[in-house]
């Protein structure tokens, strides 16, 4: 057996990414028809968004030189010029920012994008400092969770619970404990929240950029599921931007997953930065999601048919999720749903579970359920916290069938009252 680095051992081991898209993975490929994969973040194959990139294929094919130079040349590290003018264009009409080529760089997906960011920002500092990033509401993205290569790089910070229905809360920054202390480098979200499906509001957020900009740090907010695309939000949200902020696109939730296009929006010195990782990490990104995508934007195609197709859609999955839950679980335990104000996810609350949510997921997994374990998503935290409701929550999905979404939930009902039994 070979040594590993201690780089090798922290990326090479198990993690809860890795173990989430292992299941997806398998369950995509080879499960058969009674797994219920209520687990990963894949997006729904929607009929006229999946019959649109057919389309758009057709034309590429028609047009000869379009298809071979996706396919057949390298772009340059930050991206293909042509899309990522068309993107500044699109961005500048609609959201007003003033942004220019170069504050945009492109990756071969968001998770890349955090990657370099991450380290990028956060780490052993040149003076010998260790900074850390700073994550102002848990639970947070699991994909974040593992993505050091020496060292912990999170800080995180306990929400403040808000109940909003019998059978419902939300999640609020608590800005009356929140500190950034000099060690901290960044401070990032999600919004939506993956995996909560939370949406912070105008105003967290204005308060957070405040607090970065107060300390001359920036704010990154992963916007994979947010607007001006794919536009997966179920509430009111303006998107935002300055000089002082970090903003991720995507097209995967847009239904592009595979193409792997992450999309960086930063200051010109943290967007050529980027864009030098990714020539050096893997000389130039994926071309065909930038070429499928890129008279999308022109047009503005790219908001229609996020803002009349994929978000509905998302909003009926949601609202059905939802329903089969309260006729699923009813009174027969305590339970919440973290109210759906975005993404593809419930996110799943059992007070005083006698069992934890990691055996949950064991049982559920026996029973061809797969979701996710809660606590994954409550990294960063001080290890001296007792706190429980790290261990009482689940993710699951909904973008899957009607059929399959409320199989997997009366399962979860049946092995939470189990459990429920035998404590």
């Given at each position: 057996?070979?040594?590993?680095?201690?780089?090798?051992?922290?990326?090479?081991?198990?993690?809860?990414?890795?173990?989430?898209?292992?299941?997806?993975?398998?369950?995509?490929?080879?499960?058969?028809?009674?797994?219920?994969?209520?687990?990963?973040?894949?997006?729904?194959?929607?009929?006229?968004?999946?019959?649109?990139?057919?389309?758009?294929?057709?034309?590429?094919?028609?047009?000869?030189?379009?298809?071979?130079?996706?396919?057949?040349?390298?772009?340059?590290?930050?991206?293909?010029?042509?899309?990522?003018?068309?993107?500044?264009?699109?961005?500048?009409?609609?959201?007003?920012?003033?942004?220019?080529?170069?504050?945009i760089a492109i990756t071969a997906g968001?998770?890349?994008?955090?990657?370099?960011?991450?380290?990028?920002?956060?780490?052993?500092?040149?003076?010998?400092?260790?900074?850390?990033?700073?994550?102002?509401?848990?639970?947070?993205?699991?994909?974040?969770?593992?993505?050091?290569?020496?060292?912990?790089?999170?800080?995180?910070?306990?929400?403040?619970?808000?109940?909003?229905?019998?059978?419902?809360?939300?999640?609020?920054?608590?800005?009356?404990?929140?500190?950034?202390?000099?060690?901290?480098?960044?401070?990032?979200?999600?919004?939506?929240?993956n995996p909560t499906g939370n949406v912070?509001?105008?105003?967290?957020?204005?308060?957070?950029?405040?607090?970065?900009?107060?300390?001359?740090?920036?704010?990154?907010?992963?916007?994979?599921?947010?607007?001006?695309?794919?536009?997966?939000?179920?509430?009111?949200?303006?998107?935002?931007?300055?000089?002082?902020?970090?903003?991720?696109?995507?097209l995967s939730k847009l239904g592009l997953?595979?193409?792997?296009?992450?999309?960086?929006?930063?200051?010109?010195?943290?967007?050529?930065?980027?864009?030098?990782?990714?020539?050096?990490?893997?000389?130039?990104?994926?071309?065909?999601?930038?070429?499928?995508?890129?008279?999308?934007?022109?047009?503005?195609?790219?908001?229609?048919?996020?803002?009349?197709?994929?978000?509905?859609?998302?909003?009926?999955?949601?609202?059905?999720?939802?329903?089969?839950?309260?006729?699923?679980?009813?009174?027969?335990?305590?339970?919440?749903?973290?109210?759906?104000?975005?993404?593809?996810?419930?996110?799943?609350?059992?007070?005083?579970?006698?069992?934890?949510?990691?055996?949950?997921?064991?049982?559920?997994?026996?029973?061809?359920?797969?979701?996710?374990?809660?606590?994954?998503?409550?990294?960063?935290?001080?290890?001296?916290?007792?706190?429980?409701?790290?261990?009482?929550?689940?993710?699951?999905?909904?973008?899957?069938?009607?059929?399959?979404?409320?199989?997997?939930?009366?399962?979860?009902?049946?092995?939470?009252?189990?459990?429920?039994?035998?404590?």
């Amino acid at each position: 057996m070979f040594q590993f680095s201690h780089m090798g051992l922290r990326l090479g081991g198990p993690s809860g990414i890795s173990e989430l898209m292992d299941d997806l993975g398998h369950a995509l490929s080879s499960g058969g028809p009674d797994i219920k994969m209520l687990g990963g973040g894949q997006p729904a194959h929607i009929p006229a968004i999946d019959q649109r990139w057919r389309e758009r294929l057709r034309e590429m094919l028609e047009n000869g030189e379009e298809i071979d130079k996706a396919f057949g040349n390298y772009d340059p590290p930050r991206g293909n010029p042509q899309f990522i003018a068309a993107l500044v264009g699109l961005l500048r009409r609609e959201c007003g920012w003033d942004i220019a080529s170069e504050n945009i760089a492109i990756t071969a997906g968001g998770q890349t994008a955090f990657f370099f960011l991450f380290h990028l920002l956060a780490g052993e500092m040149p003076d010998g400092t260790y900074k850390k990033i700073l994550l102002p509401l848990v639970p947070e993205y699991i994909g974040y969770a593992n993505q050091s290569v020496r060292g912990d790089l999170f800080r995180a910070h306990p929400p403040r619970i808000e109940f909003t229905g019998p059978h419902e809360f939300k999640y609020r920054v608590d800005f009356d404990t929140l500190e950034v202390g000099d060690d901290i480098a960044a401070i990032c979200v999600s919004r939506p929240t993956n995996p909560t499906g939370n949406v912070l509001t105008d105003e967290e957020i204005a308060r957070l950029a405040a607090l970065a900009k107060a300390h001359n740090i920036p704010l990154i907010i992963d916007n994979a599921y947010g607007a001006p695309f794919p536009n997966i939000i179920f509430t009111e949200a303006t998107p935002i931007w300055d000089d002082h902020m970090i903003l991720t696109l995507s097209l995967s939730k847009l239904g592009l997953p595979g193409t792997r296009t992450g999309i960086v929006i930063a200051n010109t010195q943290v967007a050529a930065a980027i864009a030098n990782m990714s020539a050096i990490v893997g000389l130039a990104n994926p071309n065909i999601g930038q070429a499928i995508v890129r008279p999308m934007l022109e047009s503005g195609e790219i908001l229609a048919l996020s803002n009349d197709v994929v978000r509905p859609y998302y909003i009926e999955k949601s609202q059905y999720a939802q329903k089969c839950v309260e006729e699923t679980f009813g009174d027969r335990f305590r339970y919440y749903v973290h109210r759906s104000e975005g993404a593809l996810f419930l996110w799943l609350w059992f007070p005083d579970l006698p069992i934890k949510s990691k055996v949950l997921y064991e049982r559920l997994k026996q029973r061809g359920v797969l979701i996710i374990s809660g606590h994954y998503f409550f990294f960063g935290l001080d290890g001296s916290l007792a706190w429980p409701h790290r261990h009482e929550c689940l993710r699951m999905t909904f973008t899957m069938s009607a059929g399959v979404v409320a199989d997997g939930i009366r399962i979860i009902g049946e092995e939470v009252e189990k459990a429920w039994c035998e404590g």
